[in-house]
């Protein structure tokens, strides 16, 4: 496969010439979303070659019954798996009987296509001989409403080069689908109904175990010209199945063109009983506003998000084309509307990870949400947790923990654990940390504190009992010890005592402390009702206390550096220059048990907590560990490359952060990992984000204050992005020479740049 033919553009994703090499990679880059549902890019009529099919729709999974090889106690029952769902774009072509498919055509031409990121759509075009020697060229262009976030609608042209033609549409809809991933090739889907009138179908069908009810649906229209002509279709339909066929005898250079509207009413916005009503509804709106004026709101909705979302790079196009494909998936797979949903690893571009929540939302996602959007949507991300705190109890119980200790899931559709590699869903625990930070994050972006006495002060709580029971007083140490974990480095498993978990776990109790006392000096109502729930005391804050003031480091005295780990330095410490090219990645070329051994660092680790905490370490720590765990890091997870290129602008190391910033917006367009035909990585894409206003714009939040240390790496003329803070809306350009910043709003804002009070006034233009 071609792993760099993804031509640079500032504002689209264009693929230019038809190789069936790349065919699932282009369906995961050039993947479609709206919040609500999304889909890989398919194409819309039958193809015959290598293809990965995938409709999603958010909030809608299946409990997929775990298969290990020996069940250990405590294992989750089943992983949540995102489904693929029934499929609504389909449009089968027949040129004279003969199917148009790109695999068996005799020759594909001109084939272009193209995700236009500022507008929101995705669009083919192409010319091909198919073998009854007819030659066709064909237009297509799609996308998913913001506006009516169950609508999907698909505009497909054929028009004959050669020769007239018949031409014969076939648009379907399908619930005869399978997953790509699956345990025991269960069957997911049950298929209660399919029904038509005019030119509407419908299918409704259940998930089974979890009784999802959806709705899926299309309507078509047909046009010669661009005028419309009225066509009886021929009516096909079974158990999981319906088509309608429209066919016409069309002269040569002559265009014939279908509008189709489909998608999906699902049971979480409406009743079980309402949803062919609702579809029909939906339908109602679509045929009546037409495809072309639907897609000019669709452009002004994406006009709005990019409005604040955006970033500009001037002078280097691979880097901006790489942001705004960051910024633009985010967008695509969340956008804070709906406390119930949340953001997967993949979004709607593929059913690896399962679809499910994972840290990242926490320790990646959140800032950039607070950012780009109303503070309430963050907080929505925050009230996602909440709502799962009971089954979090339930999964600290299940190990053994008591007392409303509290263990956030690795991997989670509703609050349950449901991840079934002993080494991450017992291990991993620092996960309990990232939900914490998010809390406190969020206080200090926002200055709203009301979210902990209303919710997070419960949740503090709980992941503090967890940690003060997880640790161990070692007589030997005199200090408290975290034995057997993961940390975020998942090349090393069962270890003792990883940095990171234990000083995350340190912060965590501190943290709970301090809150506690705030809420109770400041929210007596609220600390009433929660000391009341919890039955918290002072004796069990002192046993607390007790655990973070004695928790222990790791430190070697010979390096001057905390330890990853206690056994860290046992390993044959070769770096990764020194390791043969050909061993990459080594994920997919050693064993797991060479893995374990090896010294080798998926990602930040350490480096992850200096991060976070980066106001407790002076910025000579920073480097020393910077430069003693860099070297041996693979960087083979998605969440490396944005952590490290932050510290090295942090630590003026320009030409290696501009390197990160390059792989982490880049990951999946240049697809450095080899795997982007298993779809994107989306909560990765909000670290891409970090990395240019926490890297190279150096924000930060100190003492209340928005502070920047703007750098700009020597490849860009100038680059700007805009944050939200606290609803004052700062637009921030960086040039080669100076900086700017903008308000929006009505009062001042105070900042800090290089150390320095700065005072802007809304609508006056400050130059640093």
Same mark, same amino acid.
């Given at each position: 496969?071609?792993?760099?033919?993804?031509? #640079?553009? *500032?504002?689209?994703?264009?693929?230019?010439?038809?190789?069936?090499?790349?065919?699932? $990679?282009?369906?995961?880059?050039?993947?479609?979303?709206?919040?609500?549902?999304?889909?890989?890019?398919?194409?819309?009529?039958? +193809?015959?070659?290598?293809?990965?099919?995938?409709?999603?729709?958010?909030?809608?999974?299946?409990?997929?019954?775990?298969?290990?090889?020996?069940?250990?106690?405590?294992? #989750?029952? +089943?992983?949540?798996?995102?489904?693929?769902?029934?499929?609504?774009?389909?449009?089968?072509?027949?040129?004279?009987?003969?199917?148009?498919?790109?695999?068996?055509?005799?020759?594909?031409?001109?084939?272009?296509?193209?995700?236009?990121?500022?507008?929101?759509?995705?669009?083919?075009?192409?010319?091909?001989?198919?073998?009854?020697?007819?030659?066709?060229?064909?237009?297509?262009?799609?996308?998913?409403?913001?506006?009516?976030?169950?609508?999907?609608?698909?505009?497909?042209?054929?028009?004959?080069?050669?020769?007239?033609?018949?031409?014969?549409?076939?648009?379907?809809?399908?619930?005869?689908?399978?997953?790509?991933?699956?345990?025991?090739?269960?069957?997911?889907?049950?298929?209660?109904?399919?029904?038509?009138?005019?030119?509407?179908?419908?299918?409704?069908?259940?998930?089974?175990?979890?009784?999802?009810?959806?709705?899926?649906?299309?309507?078509?229209?047909?046009?010669?010209?661009?005028?419309?002509?009225?066509?009886?279709?021929?009516?096909?339909?079974?158990?999981?199945?319906?088509?309608?066929?429209?066919?016409?005898?069309?002269?040569?250079?002559?265009?014939?063109?279908?509008?189709?509207?489909?998608?999906?009413?699902?049971?979480?916005?409406?009743?079980?009983?309402?949803?062919? *009503?609702?579809?029909?509804?939906?339908?109602?709106? $679509?045929?009546?506003?037409?495809?072309?004026?639907?897609?000019?709101?669709?452009?002004?909705?994406?006009?709005?998000?990019?409005?604040?979302?955006?970033?500009?790079?001037?002078?280097?196009?691979?880097?901006?084309?790489?942001?705004?494909?960051? %910024?633009?998936?985010?967008?695509?797979?969340?956008?804070?509307?709906?406390?119930?949903?949340?953001?997967?690893?993949?979004?709607?571009?593929?059913?690896?990870?399962? =679809?499910?929540?994972?840290?990242?939302?926490?320790?990646?996602?959140?800032?950039?949400?607070?950012?780009?959007?109303?503070?309430?949507?963050? /907080?929505?991300?925050?009230?996602?947790?909440?709502?799962?705190?009971?089954?979090?109890?339930?999964?600290?119980?299940?190990?053994?923990?008591?007392?409303?200790?509290?263990?956030?899931?690795?991997?989670?559709?509703? =609050?349950?654990?449901?991840?079934?590699?002993?080494?991450?869903?017992?291990?991993?625990?620092?996960?309990?940390?990232?939900?914490?930070?998010?809390?406190?994050?969020?206080?200090?972006?926002?200055?709203?504190?009301?979210?902990? #006495?209303?919710?997070?002060?419960?949740?503090?709580?709980?992941?503090?009992?967890?940690?003060?029971?997880?640790?161990?007083?070692?007589?030997?140490?005199?200090?408290?010890? %975290?034995?057997?974990?993961?940390?975020?480095?998942? +090349?090393?498993?069962?270890?003792?005592?990883?940095?990171?978990?234990?000083?995350?776990?340190?912060?965590?109790?501190?943290?709970?402390?301090? *809150?506690?006392?705030?809420?109770?000096? =400041?929210?007596?109502?609220?600390?009433?009702?929660?000391?009341?729930?919890?039955?918290?005391?002072?004796?069990?804050?002192?046993?607390?206390?007790?655990?973070?003031?004695?928790?222990?480091?790791?430190?070697?005295?010979?390096?001057?550096? +905390?330890?990853?780990?206690?056994?860290?330095?046992?390993?044959?410490? %070769?770096?990764?220059?020194?390791?043969?090219?050909?061993?990459?990645?080594?994920?997919?070329?050693?064993?797991?048990?060479?893995?374990?051994?090896? #010294?080798?660092?998926?990602?930040?680790?350490?480096?992850?907590?200096?991060?976070?905490?980066?106001?407790? !370490?002076?910025?000579?720590?920073?480097? /020393?560990?910077?430069?003693?765990?860099?070297?041996?890091?693979?960087?083979?997870?998605?969440? *490396?490359?944005?952590?490290?290129?932050?510290?090295?602008?942090?630590?003026?190391?320009?030409?290696?952060?501009?390197?990160?910033?390059?792989?982490?917006?880049?990951?999946?367009?240049?697809?450095?990992?080899?795997?982007?035909?298993?779809?994107?990585?989306?909560?990765?894409?909000?670290?891409?984000?970090?990395?240019?206003?926490?890297?190279?714009?150096?924000?930060?939040?100190?003492?209340?204050?928005?502070? !920047?240390?703007?750098?700009?790496?020597?490849?860009?003329?100038?680059?700007?992005?805009?944050?939200?803070?606290?609803?004052?809306?700062?637009?921030?350009?960086?040039?080669?020479?100076?900086?700017?910043?903008?308000?929006?709003?009505?009062?001042?804002?105070?900042?800090?740049?290089?150390?320095?009070?700065?005072?802007?006034?809304?609508?006056?233009?400050?130059?640093?």
């Amino acid at each position: 496969m071609n792993l760099d033919y993804i031509i #640079p553009d *500032s504002w689209s994703i264009i693929e230019e010439g038809f190789d069936t090499n790349n065919v699932k $990679a282009s369906e995961s880059l050039f993947s479609i979303g709206n919040g609500a549902m999304g889909q890989r890019a398919n194409f819309e009529e039958q +193809y015959s070659g290598p293809t990965f099919q995938g409709s999603y729709i958010a909030g809608v999974y299946y409990p997929d019954k775990t298969r290990v090889g020996w069940w250990k106690n405590g294992y #989750p029952e +089943y992983f949540a798996k995102v489904l693929n769902a029934p499929n609504w774009i389909g449009i089968n072509v027949f040129i004279n009987d003969e199917a148009l498919d790109l695999y068996t055509c005799k020759k594909v031409e001109s084939f272009k296509r193209e995700l236009n990121m500022k507008e929101g759509w995705l669009s083919r075009s192409f010319v091909a001989t198919l073998k009854n020697d007819i030659k066709v060229e064909v237009d297509t262009k799609r996308f998913l409403s913001l506006d009516i976030d169950e609508l999907g609608a698909i505009e497909y042209n054929v028009k004959p080069l050669n020769s007239d033609a018949s031409i014969t549409y076939r648009p379907y809809i399908d619930s005869g689908i399978t997953n790509e991933d699956t345990n025991w090739d269960d069957k997911f889907w049950d298929t209660l109904n399919v029904s038509h009138e005019n030119n509407q179908a419908f299918i409704q069908a259940k998930t089974m175990k979890t009784d999802f009810y959806t709705c899926t649906f299309m309507e078509s229209q047909v046009f010669i010209d661009g005028k419309s002509v009225i066509i009886e279709p021929n009516i096909k339909a079974d158990a999981n199945y319906a088509s309608f066929s429209y066919n016409y005898r069309v002269k040569q250079n002559e265009t014939y063109t279908i509008h189709k509207f489909g998608g999906y009413t699902v049971d979480r916005n409406h009743r079980n009983n309402e949803l062919v *009503s609702a579809a029909k509804s939906v339908l109602s709106k $679509a045929t009546k506003t037409g495809f072309s004026t639907l897609l000019d709101s669709q452009k002004k909705a994406w006009a709005k998000i990019w409005d604040m979302a955006d970033i500009t790079i001037d002078g280097d196009v691979k880097a901006q084309q790489g942001i705004r494909f960051n %910024i633009f998936h985010l967008n695509q797979t969340y956008l804070g509307t709906d406390a119930q949903l949340n953001i997967g690893p993949k979004g709607f571009t593929g059913e690896k990870y399962g =679809g499910s929540t994972y840290w990242d939302t926490e320790a990646y996602c959140i800032p950039f949400y607070m950012a780009t959007k109303d503070q309430s949507v963050a /907080r929505n991300l925050l009230t996602y947790r909440y709502k799962h705190l009971e089954k979090a109890i339930e999964n600290a119980e299940k190990l053994g923990f008591k007392n409303g200790a509290t263990l956030y899931p690795m991997v989670t559709m509703n =609050g349950e654990e449901c991840h079934n590699e002993w080494e991450i869903t017992f291990e991993e625990i620092h996960r309990n940390g990232a939900i914490a930070f998010a809390i406190f994050n969020y206080y200090r972006y926002t200055g709203d504190f009301s979210y902990i #006495p209303e919710m997070g002060l419960e949740v503090l709580i709980g992941v503090a009992r967890f940690w003060h029971q997880r640790a161990t007083f070692s007589t030997d140490k005199n200090k408290y010890v %975290i034995l057997g974990v993961t940390g975020p480095n998942e +090349y090393e498993n069962n270890i003792n005592n990883n940095w990171y978990t234990n000083y995350i776990a340190q912060w965590c109790i501190n943290y709970a402390i301090e *809150s506690i006392e705030k809420v109770r000096e =400041g929210y007596e109502d609220d600390y009433r009702r929660i000391s009341g729930k919890t039955k918290i005391s002072h004796e069990e804050l002192a046993l607390w206390k007790k655990v973070a003031d004695h928790m222990y480091f790791p430190y070697s005295e010979k390096h001057n550096v +905390y330890l990853q780990q206690d056994g860290f330095l046992d390993k044959e410490l %070769i770096t990764v220059a020194d390791l043969d090219k050909s061993q990459r990645p080594i994920n997919q070329k050693w064993s797991w048990d060479r893995i374990l051994r090896s #010294p080798y660092i998926k990602q930040a680790d350490i480096l992850q907590g200096m991060y976070f905490f980066e106001d407790q !370490f002076t910025t000579e720590e920073l480097a /020393r560990h910077f430069d003693f765990y860099e070297p041996f890091t693979v960087h083979e997870s998605s969440l *490396s490359p944005c952590v490290h290129s932050i510290q090295a602008a942090k630590l003026d190391r320009m030409e290696q952060a501009y390197e990160f910033y390059l792989r982490t917006s880049r990951l999946d367009l240049d697809d450095y990992n080899h795997e982007v035909h298993e779809g994107l990585h989306i909560t990765s894409m909000a670290g891409t984000w970090m990395s240019i206003v926490e890297g190279f714009g150096g924000m930060r939040v100190e003492n209340d204050t928005l502070t !920047f240390e703007p750098k700009i790496p020597e490849q860009w003329e100038a680059y700007s992005f805009k944050v939200n803070f606290r609803n004052q809306i700062l637009k921030v350009s960086v040039n080669q020479n100076e900086t700017h910043f903008e308000l929006e709003g009505n009062n001042e804002l105070s900042i800090e740049v290089n150390g320095i009070e700065v005072t802007i006034s809304p609508d006056n233009l400050v130059t640093v």
